[in-house]
């Protein structure tokens, strides 16, 4: 089931081991929290200004406020919130949020404002009865000690934490769903049929997760009936300037590619590799990779049991229905009745064996 708890993204000890490496390249002391606020692992870089107010009965519960209020306000944002705490210290909360909801955040922080940015606009949350601590020599020389931060590094911090998170949080999910996808497969008797609905069942999953791993899950597919099958890979090429390309179109063919991607892998200029290829093949570009998608096609039709949409998704049509309509294009029929007219009732091919 889709996870909905930070252990289930987070590693804890190897994240306290990140975070601590971060707190240090970044100058910011960073923590991490969960939904309720509470802390999972240690402060890293905790300044002893800060240290000592968090422990001190009279102003720790401003710091909770604190805390609990930008953390909850990233979390209404889905975006870095940079705010000055009760003691006009600049914290930042970073949300972790699956889907849309909220499961955490990284605190960061604990800097003073430039002097030149002290009109930046940034909300103050509460206001402590603090003014005795200015009295407090112990106290004031701890406050001299945090570091000053210009707001565009701060502002540049928090968007390298949310970029991080967001990687993360996206390939703990990835990581996931492939398991549960594997788990659920191991118990079914029969495989053999369309995984897109079996995908498609797997919990509350994110679509574009599920997409990603069926993606991921066609390639290795189309790839074993291409080996198993021997299903022709190397181009005939007379020109070898053009071998590169016509490999990398091969090895590739459910990627997007352009000319100037090909032209590059060849060291020739666009213009001259699209002369050179429509001389070698006598058809641009756009209609030798249409065509070749359409024989690749026609022999997993032919020879396999993949479905007309993982086929299209496999030789990477944006859609099932822009597929039937390039094939009849080219063939007259639609891969359906093709695969009917080839292989009639009770001729299916099984799935490649190793």
Not at 17 to 28: F, P, Y
Not at 176 to 196: C, W
Not at 237 to 251: R, S, V
Not at 327 to 352: C, D, M, N, Q, W
């Amino acid at each position: 089931m889709l996870p909905l708890n930070l252990e289930s993204i987070l590693n804890f000890d190897k994240w306290q081991i990140v975070q601590d490496s971060i707190a240090r390249a970044t100058g910011l002391a960073i923590i991490t929290v969960d939904y309720k606020g509470v802390p999972v692992g240690s402060h890293s870089e905790c300044r002893d200004f800060c240290h000592f107010i968090r422990h001190n009965l009279n102003y720790a519960k401003y710091c909770n406020r604190c805390d609990a209020h930008g953390g909850l306000e990233a979390a209404r944002t889905s975006a870095p919130y940079i705010y000055l705490c009760h003691c006009n210290i600049v914290d930042l909360a970073i949300p972790i949020s699956i889907d849309g909801r909220y499961i955490g955040a990284v605190m960061a922080g604990q800097v003073r404002l430039d002097t030149n940015d002290v009109n930046i606009g940034l909300e103050k949350i509460y206001v402590s009865p603090a003014s005795g601590l200015a009295l407090n020599v112990t106290l004031r020389e701890m406050y001299e000690k945090i570091p000053v931060m210009k707001y565009t590094q701060i502002k540049t911090c928090a968007d390298l934490l949310l970029n991080l998170l967001n990687y993360l949080v996206n390939e703990s999910l990835h990581k996931n769903l492939a398991i549960d996808l594997y788990e659920q497969l191991k118990s079914r008797e029969d495989v053999s049929g369309d995984p897109t609905g079996q995908m498609s069942s797997i919990g509350n999953y994110p679509a574009t997760s599920i997409k990603r791993l069926q993606n991921n899950l066609d390639s290795v597919v189309i790839k074993a009936y291409m080996r198993d099958m021997d299903l022709r890979q190397d181009p005939a090429c007379k020109n070898p300037t053009l071998t590169p390309a016509f490999q990398y179109i091969y090895e590739n063919i459910g990627k997007a590619f352009s000319a100037k991607k090909l032209a590059q892998l060849c060291h020739v200029s666009q213009s001259y590799f699209s002369r050179l290829f429509a001389r070698e093949t006598g058809v641009s570009l756009s209609t030798y990779v249409s065509l070749h998608k359409v024989d690749m096609s026609k022999q997993l039709l032919e020879r396999s049991n993949m479905s007309v949409a993982q086929i299209s998704n496999a030789l990477g049509f944006s859609e099932p229905g822009y597929f039937i309509k390039i094939f009849k294009k080219h063939e007259r029929i639609t891969p359906a009745v093709y695969r009917k007219l080839i292989r009639p009732t009770g001729a299916a091919s099984g799935a490649p064996t190793n």
